[in-house]
């Protein structure tokens, strides 16, 4: 399928998790040794659930709304085919 010109780059990189990932990363290595895995997970879910709440977690890294265009055009193409078949 091809994906509309402003997508491309979108696609070839991987940047937000990556970005969460260093921030987790980070924040795991300034506090050293974890008593347990427990622990360990309670940092990284309240990392998590904080992106999420902030404004940083609610920006779009796709706008999917020109992905829906490209499906209604094509299945609009799809069903003229068929028509035109059928009446042939």
């Given at each position: 399928?091809?994906?509309?010109?402003?997508?491309w780059r979108?696609?070839?990189t991987?940047n937000?998790l990556?970005?969460?990932?260093?921030?987790?990363?980070?924040?795991?290595?300034?506090?050293?040794?974890?008593?347990?895995g427990?622990?360990a997970?309670?940092?990284?879910a309240?990392?998590?659930r904080?992106v999420?709440?902030?404004?940083?977690?609610?920006?779009?890294?796709?706008?999917?709304?020109r992905?829906?265009?490209?499906?209604?055009?094509?299945?609009?193409?799809?069903?003229?085919?068929?028509?035109t078949?059928?009446?042939?």
């Amino acid at each position: 399928m091809a994906f509309p010109r402003e997508h491309w780059r979108s696609l070839r990189t991987n940047n937000p998790l990556e970005r969460l990932n260093r921030e987790v990363r980070r924040r795991t290595r300034m506090v050293g040794a974890f008593p347990d895995g427990q622990s360990a997970l309670m940092l990284v879910a309240a990392r998590l659930r904080h992106v999420a709440g902030t404004k940083w977690g609610l920006r779009r890294y796709m706008d999917m709304g020109r992905l829906r265009e490209m499906d209604q055009v094509l299945a609009e193409r799809t069903t003229e085919t068929a028509e035109t078949t059928a009446a042939a």
